[in-house]
Each structure stands twice: as structure tokens, then as C-alpha cells.
């Protein structure tokens, strides 16, 4: 059975620091990832997707994410974070169709 | 272009009780899928429907059920509700399950069940 785990339920960083949100996945099979944003009482927006090919896969709003499949793991980046960043942030994995498995979920805080 | 819009946006009810909630795709999307987020958790899926067949089902009970009209719209109904129900229900929609389109979700419906 395809799984992700989120490694930190919580993280905090500074204004124009590293993001690095972290994400493993279990699949049988070569697996579709995804990262999504969740803004306040709204809904899930894709960040970014691999499938294959590449990769560094590059999103939207500076993130990128780098898929490892030594590793399983599929980590989410951007090199200077900045106050609108803050938000839940949620690692998914899919194999088939549209069911997408969703990990618990990393809020990022953003230090002034 | 409008987005996924679900309706209602908030909804209370007692336990018992039985809500429908509504979807409508964005403009030539036929798949459309349903994900329960209960607070401080990962949103889970429930459903997955194409051109108005039901095409997954996640580990929920059969209170759930769902349904697509031609127009490519969906409802999720939940009977006899219970406390547990209360969460924020996603919509989304893609142009095509079966070759992993992007998924555009929808700010969703949230839930209380009192």
C-alpha cells in the first residue's frame, strides 16, 4: 500500500532563510508526487508534480522539490522564504487514477 | 475561467441527520473526487468519479455514497451523521483520471456536526 510521512508537523524559519519541508514515500510502484499548498479555510493548490523524467522539479512560487528514489523521498525547497509562505503544507503520492494518498500535513511558520 | 465550486461553504447539523454537499468542475473536466480533512489531518479520499461512473472508493462507510450528473457535477451524501463526520469536505476535478491530469481542488465545505 502506497504511504507518505511528513517529517515535522511543525517548522519554522526565518524571512529569507532555506525552506526545507521533508517527505518519504512508500509505493510498489513507480509513483506520481505531488506537493500541495493550503491557505487558511481555502482548499489544496499544487505547488508541483513529478511523474518522470526529470528529476528537479520545479513549481510554482520559487519551490522545487527533488525526487530520490534511492532515498524515497521527495523534499520540498525554495531558497529564501518569505512571510507569504506561511501555510499547511502536504506531500501526496498516486499510482493510479485520481486517488491521491496525502500525508498529515508540515505548517510552516515564517519568522519576521 | 471559475474554478471548482462546492456548495455550501458551511453547514451544521445534529447527529442523524443526512447532507448532500454539490460540486461543479471546471469547464471540461469529467473526473471529479471527494477528500474528507478532518482537523489537523491530511485530506483522505472517498470517491472518484468519470463521465458519471464511480471509479474508486476509499475505506469509508456506506452512510457515504456519490453520483455524477451528465453535466459532469457531483454530490456526496452522508446519512445518519455522526459527530465524527464533522471536517472539511474537497471537491476536485481533473480533465482525465486515467492519465494523472492535475487535480484542481475546490475551497471546499465545512462541515459541523453538533
Known amino acids: ?100 494518498i496525502f500525508g498529515k500535513g508540515t505548517r510552516l511558520h515564517i519568522l519576521p | 475561467d471559475a474554478g471548482v465550486t462546492q456548495s455550501p461553504t458551511h453547514l451544521i447539523k445534529t447527529r442523524g441527520q443526512h447532507v448532500t454537499l454539490r460540486c461543479s468542475p471546471i469547464s471540461g473536466h469529467k473526473s471529479v473526487s471527494w477528500y474528507q480533512q478532518v482537523l489537523g489531518q491530511g485530506p483522505q479520499f472517498i470517491f472518484q468519479y468519470y463521465e458519471k461512473e464511480e471509479r474508486g472508493r476509499g475505506n469509508f462507510p456506506d452512510r457515504f455514497s456519490a453520483r455524477q450528473f451528465p453535466n459532469y457535477s457531483s454530490e456526496l451524501n452522508v446519512n445518519a451523521l455522526l459527530l465524527g463526520d464533522s471536517a472539511l469536505y474537497l471537491c476536485a476535478s481533473s480533465l482525465d483520471f486515467r492519465t494523472n491530469q492535475p487535480q484542481h481542488f475546490g475551497d471546499g465545505t465545512r462541515l459541523s456536526i453538533l
Open chain 1, 1 to 100: 500500500a502506497q504511504s507518505v510521512t511528513q517529517l515535522g508537523s511543525h517548522v519554522s524559519v526565518s524571512e529569507g532563510a532555506l525552506v526545507l519541508l521533508r517527505c518519504n514515500y512508500s509505493s510498489s510502484v513507480p509513483p506520481y508526487l505531488f506537493w500541495y499548498v493550503q491557505y487558511p479555510n481555502q482548499g489544496l493548490q499544487l505547488l508541483l508534480k513529478y511523474t518522470t523524467g526529470a528529476t528537479l522539479v520545479k513549481g510554482i512560487n520559487g519551490f522545487e522539490a527533488e525526487f530520490k528514489k534511492s532515498e524515497t523521498s521527495f523534499h520540498l525547497t525554495k531558497p529564501s522564504a518569505h512571510m507569504s509562505d506561511a501555510a499547511e503544507y502536504f506531500c501526496a503520492v498516486s499510482d493510479e487514477g485520481d486517488k491521491i
